[in-house]
């Protein structure tokens, strides 16, 4: 077996913590998100030297993290099911756990398109062309389908979101 390139490792070590953030978001599972960034960094380092031409890695690892989430959430065999915890944290719990851990848990009941299209646009704090770029969307599209993802978590929170909040 060959050895990967300095600059991929280099670029491995940098977007991993990001990368598995953002999968966390997504899957709900540390152990969902281990495999996804896995699998997403896989993916690149097949394509590292057309990627590295390009001089986009990053938007690039980004929307292989994001389509490989969608297209494992979309495949009928897929048993694995997001988890109720998050990864346990090295600063500890944060003042609004309870207001985290209902968001998260609504995000778990959306489908993977509208939970991607809010970790991204309002977790991650990308904009409408990052986001659409990501998802290979219109910027109108993701602007519609961020509008409709969020009526529909509100519906799935309901009054939970109301006591949180206030």
Same mark, same amino acid.
């Given at each position: 077996m060959r050895e990967a390139p300095a600059d991929y490792l280099e670029f491995a070590v940098a977007r991993s913590g990001p990368l598995f953030r953002t999968a966390c978001l997504l899957?709900?599972? !540390?152990?969902?998100?281990?495999?996804l960034v896995q699998e997403t960094l896989a993916k690149m380092y097949r394509s590292w030297r057309r990627i590295n031409r390009a001089q986009s890695p990053v938007a690039y690892a980004d929307t292989v993290l994001v389509r490989t989430f969608v297209s494992q959430r979309r495949r009928r065999s897929s048993t694995e099911r997001p988890s109720d915890r998050m990864p346990d944290t090295a600063a500890g719990p944060?003042?609004?756990?309870?207001?985290?851990?209902a968001l998260l848990d609504g995000l778990a009941r959306l489908t993977a398109?509208?939970?991607? @299209?809010? @970790?991204?646009?309002? !977790?991650?704090?990308?904009?409408?062309?990052?986001?659409?770029?990501?998802?290979r969307l219109s910027p109108g599209a993701v602007r519609t389908r961020s509008t409709r993802a969020l009526r529909r978590l509100r519906d799935v929170l309901g009054a939970e979101l109301a006591d949180l909040t206030t």
């Open positions: 899957t709900g599972d !540390w152990h969902l998100a281990e495999d944060a003042p609004d756990a309870e207001l985290r851990m398109r509208d939970r991607a @299209v809010l @970790v991204l646009r309002y !977790w991650e704090d990308r904009s409408v062309e990052e986001t659409a770029q990501a998802l």
